[in-house]
């Protein structure tokens, strides 16, 4: 057993040393001696840190296959793309440096010059760099390239964390799903969790993202640890997530925390909260609104506006500034827009948001081919999921197990909420609306895996259903898209369009409950 334990640790050094010599190869443009080092070890500590929780989760051999795929698959996505875009994608200074999202240049160009200057680490916590609103994530980037890198530029440093934190979330889901008697859903779960574009292409750049969709999956588990075993380390775990979420995203955190009340308190036969626990997430919750309304307030507004008062202001501004946006980003949705009444030209943006990225879009747009490959991929993952979320919405009215069926209900309407804020807050835009959805991907999958097994035990027949309601929308986008940008087939008038896309879809809807009940009367007679 020695003998093979000093095994695993020299192939756990000799793959971080010949992996990080190919990355420092590829990627560092400085002292390649020093970046090498820093490189393999950063590699080797985040295998260690995963063998850790491999072994914490049970060392399922399957465990250990996806944790491998999260991690390798996203940082290698992050080095090719930003190997890639430089000479295929658009000439622009963000693109040119090999960034996918301008969030991401601006805050690792804001870092690189706060590394430059001698600033102390803190001044990332002050209004004059707005890249992060709350100044956690340009911190770590700071953290990162002053002191790991050496004052050097070094990226790939910033995926291979990225990719760590996105690995990380994995064996959490998987004793999640352990902790709620739902072990069968684990491998379908797991595998929407390592393969879910969005997910993936956010893990593979140096985003908050991933942090914050694995934070969110440790607060989540260790509410449900504590509320099954009430083991004691599960406190420690709970209060490290949330800690990094009030960090990084103080409004995450607080909707966590209302999230794992709920979830206990639905199955409260189990364990009830104790009073003391109340004043802290007390304290919590202010604290959270604190940052939060600091991270949003405009400069000097802190002081004269209450924190309540800012974050409503802003979310209002936000939500008008986005409508905007979206007419100015798209002139067909403009157009169709000023033929609406005024009330409904809002709901009909939010609407549009949901279907972000609209799939016919990404597949019929004119743009060059890396960007077209990345949008289509994006699209793919949200038009696999959405059939599955719609089902499990309706399915789960007929959950007979009452206490799993009220959670459902409550995924449903957590899942549903964030959606649709979502959508309001981000309009009709095709990256941060998809970016902010998938911080709850540990809701959406655990959803998406009930919705499949129950979906399974009922032959497919609803889900096959909906997926074809969603075909008919494609279908017919698909030729709207088409006549649009090659002007080929002949263009429905998009309400016209529409209108066609909700009749065949209630005739699928309608004929399929009709056919239901006709096959439920006629089994009744035979019998």
């Known amino acids: ?61 399957f465990l250990g296959w996806m944790m491998a795929a999260v991690f390798f698959l996203r940082l290698g996505l992050g080095i090719t793309l930003m190997k890639t875009l430089p000479f295929a994608g658009y000439d622009t200074e963000q693109q040119k440096a090999g960034y996918v999202f301008f969030d991401a240049y601006r805050r690792d160009s804001q870092a690189m010059e706060i590394v430059r200057s001698d600033k102390p680490i803190l001044t990332v916590f002050t209004k004059k760099y707005a890249t992060d609103q709350y100044g956690g994530y340009l911190g770590l980037s700071v953290f990162v390239y002053r002191f790991l890198s050496a004052g050097d530029f070094r990226p790939h440093l910033m995926l291979i964390l990225s990719a760590l934190a996105s690995a990380i979330g994995l064996p959490f889901l998987w004793m999640l799903l352990s902790s709620f008697g739902a072990g069968k859903w684990q491998k379908f779960a797991g595998w929407w969790y390592v393969l879910y574009p969005q997910a993936v292409l956010l893990g593979a750049s140096p985003m908050r993202d991933p942090y914050l969709i694995t934070l ?72 959270g609104i ?17 924190p309540i008062e800012i974050i409503l202001n802003w979310f209002k501004n936000a939500a008008a500034w986005d409508v905007s946006l979206t007419q100015g980003a798209s002139g067909q949705i403009a157009f169709q827009l000023k033929s609406l009444p005024d009330w409904v030209q809002f709901p009909f943006i939010v609407i549009y948001g949901v279907l972000q990225p609209v799939l016919p879009a990404t597949i019929m747009d004119t743009s060059v081919w890396i960007w077209r490959i990345i949008t289509t991929y994006l699209a793919l993952g949200w038009y696999l999921l959405l059939p599955l979320l719609v089902y499990g919405s309706c399915a789960v009215f007929s959950e007979t197990n009452k206490i799993l069926r009220n959670k459902m209900l409550w995924l449903v309407v957590v899942i549903w909420s964030w959606i649709i804020i979502c959508s309001a807050r981000a309009g009709g835009d095709m990256w941060d609306n998809p970016r902010y959805r998938s911080i709850i991907l540990i809701i959406i999958v655990i959803f998406a895996a009930w919705a499949w097994e129950r979906a399974r035990l009922q032959k497919f027949i609803w889900l096959k259903r909906v997926a074809l309601v969603e075909g008919i929308f494609i279908l017919f986008f698909m030729e709207w898209y088409a006549a649009r940008y090659y002007r080929i087939f002949g263009k429905l008038p998009f309400f016209t369009m529409v209108g066609w896309i909700v009749g065949l879809s209630l005739l699928v809807v309608v004929g399929g409950i009709v056919y239901d009940r006709y096959a439920h009367h006629h089994k009744q007679i035979k019998d």
């Not at 002292?31 to 491999?54: C, D, K, Q, V």
């Not at 999230?259 to 364990?271: A, E, F, M, N, Q």
């Not at 940052?291 to 400069?299: D, E, F, K, S, V």
Request: no cysteine; glycine share 10%.
């Open 1 to 61: 057993m020695k003998k093979y334990n000093n095994l695993k640790v020299l192939l756990f050094i000799g793959a971080s040393i010949t992996l990080g010599g190919l990355i420092t190869v590829l990627m560092d443009q400085n002292n390649r001696l020093y970046g090498w080092f820093i490189t393999s070890l950063m590699l080797g500590l985040s295998f260690f840190i995963l063998f850790l929780l491999f072994r914490k989760a049970g060392s399922a051999r």
């Open 216 to 287: 969110v999956t440790i607060v989540f588990w260790a509410g449900i640890e504590w509320q099954n075993r009430g083991i004691k380390p599960s406190w420690g775990w709970l209060a490290t997530g949330l800690a990094g979420l009030l960090i990084l995203s103080p409004g995450i955190a607080l909707i966590s925390i209302i999230i794992i009340l709920v979830w206990i308190w639905l199955d409260r036969s189990k364990r009830l909260i104790p009073w003391w626990i109340f004043p802290i997430i007390l304290v919590v919750i202010v604290t």
């Open 290 to 306: 604190i940052i939060l309304a600091y991270g949003l307030a405009r400069q000097g507004h802190f002081v004269k506006d209450s």
